[in-house]
């Protein structure tokens, strides 16, 4: 059965596990329905320590992210990586599965991990962001596409329809970065 915390709570009561887990950050726009999704598995831990900006993991890591774009955004033909801090993911187009709603809302997603060595920070969240800790269960792969297809419908306000359209997507995408080696 699936295992879902709070990341922070989690760390605070010591209850973040020590063999890995797949960590759902959101960093969503004040002004604008612009949400990005940052996806963050980990294993092989030496130190999990909390500091001023966050928690920082002395470990292995793979990261994801997902972007919902509004139709309104006026920079969507900026390469998301060249975009200012508060809009930028590190890939460009070409490396995105890319889904229009019916909104013409644009949400997207790396089609592959990008490698952290040796260590990350996962930031606090503030606002209405949040840090989730996603056990490794045998359904986590199930429990992470309900959560994407709620999430971006209720906190992105994409159309419920969309929402569950694109968290097939993710999920594939998800069961590959499951999947993912670090060569």
Known sequence: ?????????AYRNSELPDNGG????????PNSTYS???????NNV??????EEGLTFLADGKKLYVLVEPANYAKKYTEPALRDDAHRIPYRFRELETYISKRQDRIMIG???IITYTSFTILKPTGHN??????????VVDTVQNFFINTIWKDANV?????????????KVFEDFIDFTIE
Not at 1 to 9: H, W
Not at 23 to 28: L, N, T
Not at 36 to 42: H, L, R
């Open 111 to 113: 089609k592959k991990p």
């Open 46 to 51: 030496k130190d999990i320590y909390e500091n």
């Open 22 to 29: 797949y960590i759902i950050c959101s960093f969503f726009d």
């Open 159 to 171: 159309p419920k329809i969309d929402a569950e359209n694109v968290s097939k997507i993710i999920r």
């Open 1 to 9: 059965m699936a295992i879902v915390k709070e990341l922070f709570s």
């Open 36 to 42: 990005k999704y940052e996806v963050t598995s980990y």
């Open 130 to 139: 949040f840090s989730y800790i996603f056990f490794n269960t045998d359904d």
